[in-house]
């Protein structure tokens, strides 16, 4: 009896999303491998992921003006980047995201990945520190303070967006206020 209630105190504790430490990948049923914490893009380019991941990348054709404006501007920021791996919104950006880094040869010391759960929370208190509501959250950095940020999805497209944030135009996500 003891074990039955201590399998189901585990199993509640899983899907309620409690997180402990930097990095797990929760395996049960609903959530088909979820990565949770700091990942790579290596962890990306595996199963289960990898059925999304790498269809993602090597379809995306980024626009070259954009992708100058990219390579010309953002090695100057630091980027911390949250989503889930259950997302479909995260899903579709974020392969192109990677794929934009690879062209543009971005510094991957200066780019932290976050898995969230469906709660959108992480290992950590980086989701409460950066108020994260919506995935993926694209957060640019100067001197460790937040200068822009891409929410969820592109207004015009992912490298037009970016383009705009690295470039220092007038950029608003679309759920600033």
């Given at each position: 009896m003891i074990n039955k209630v201590l399998l189901?105190?585990?199993?509640?504790?899983?899907?309620?999303?409690e997180?402990?430490?930097?990095?797990?990948?929760?395996e049960n049923n609903n959530s088909a491998g979820m990565l949770l914490g700091e990942f790579s893009q290596a962890d990306l380019e595996k199963a289960p992921h990898s059925?999304?991941?790498?269809p993602g990348y090597e379809n995306y054709k980024p626009k070259k003006e954009a992708l100058e404006i990219i390579e010309k501007h953002?090695?100057?920021?630091?980027?911390?980047?949250?989503?889930g791996t259950w997302c479909g919104d995260s899903r579709y950006e974020v392969p192109k995201?990677?794929?934009?880094l690879d062209e543009v040869d971005f510094d991957r010391k200066k780019l932290k990945n976050i898995a969230v759960n469906r709660a959108k929370k992480a290992p950590g208190t980086l989701d409460e520190e950066y108020n994260i509501h919506r995935v993926p959250t694209i957060i640019f950095l100067k001197d460790g303070k937040e200068v822009n940020r891409f929410v969820e999805y592109s207004i015009e497209s992912l490298e037009e967006d970016i383009a705009k944030?690295?470039?220092?135009?007038?950029?608003?996500?679309p759920y600033s206020e």
């Open positions: 189901l105190f585990l199993g509640f504790s899983l899907i309620s999303g997180v402990s430490d930097n990095k797990t990948t929760i059925r999304w991941f790498v953002i090695a100057e920021y630091e980027i911390l980047m949250l989503m995201f990677f794929k934009l944030i690295v470039e220092g135009k007038e950029y608003a996500d």
